[in-house]
């Protein structure tokens, strides 16, 4: 099994450019989120989904949008990058269910995005 | 303040060192708690999971709640220079069955010197 696995794994963007970011898993999990990591920030979430057409926004989910269209996939979209969206982001997934033990996240490799 | 709170370091010991890593947290909610291990440019990976307060060992590792002060730890026994990482505390509280959000400290960086 490949885990999680990320698309690309570096870009440069000038700012009011557009990407999205592609985030593949082949655990079947029901979770996905996605992460940006900064310097002293730690980990903040972006957004995620509890399945497949459903997402939520997380604790900085501003100048991004995400799509579910697949249980497999979950994509970043930056429709008009800006410099402050420099960072690295990752992308996690996890089990659904009641226990506590599925809030175990496995994360992919990352993502480094620079806007100029 | 953020909710969870851990010394950014760096930290640097010798080989073969006990390495003790902390955080702390305001949330008396949070019950799950983990411990993720990050290598230079790759994502984090889960190392430790705990639930509630007490203790849990795994190898060289132990890692100890207290959910009284609202306090985590994990100890690193015989450290070795492969140990060499950024370490990152989680937590989770009771969940609604919709959301499985983690709350993450900001790491710290740890180097193991041969």
């Known amino acids: 099994n490949a885990g999680v696995t990320q698309t690309p794994k570096f870009r440069v963007l000038k700012t009011g450019q557009s990407m999205t970011l592609l985030c593949a898993q082949d655990m079947n999990h029901e979770y996905m989120y996605w992460y940006r990591q900064d310097p002293g920030m730690g980990l903040r979430l972006i957004h995620y989904s509890v399945g497949e057409g459903t997402t939520a926004k997380g604790e900085v989910p501003d100048g991004y949008n995400v799509s579910r269209l697949k249980k497999q996939n979950f994509l970043l979209g930056l429709e008009s990058a800006a410099p402050s969206q420099t960072s690295v982001y990752f992308c996690?997934?996890?089990?659904?269910?009641?226990?506590?033990?599925?809030?175990?996240?496995?994360f992919g490799p990352g993502t480094r995005l620079t806007v100029l | 303040q953020k909710e969870v709170e851990q010394d950014p370091g760096p930290l640097s010991v010798p080989e073969g060192a006990i390495v003790s890593l902390n955080c702390t947290y305001s949330n008396s909610a949070f019950q799950y708690f983990m411990w993720y291990r990050q290598y230079s440019r790759k994502g984090p990976e889960l190392l430790m999971y705990?639930?509630?307060?007490g203790n849990k060992e795994d190898g060289r590792f132990t890692a100890q709640v207290d959910k009284s002060s609202k306090y985590i730890s994990l100890f690193i026994r015989d450290s070795q220079p492969s140990d060499s990482a950024t370490y990152l505390c989680?937590?989770?509280?009771?969940?609604?069955?919709?959301?499985?959000?983690?709350?993450f400290g900001s790491g710290t960086q740890l180097t193991v010197l041969p």
């Open positions: 996690a997934s996890g089990e659904a269910g009641t226990s506590g033990r599925t809030d175990t996240q496995y």
């Open positions: 989680a937590m989770s509280g009771v969940s609604s069955g919709s959301a499985r959000q983690l709350t």
């Open positions: 705990t639930y509630s307060s």
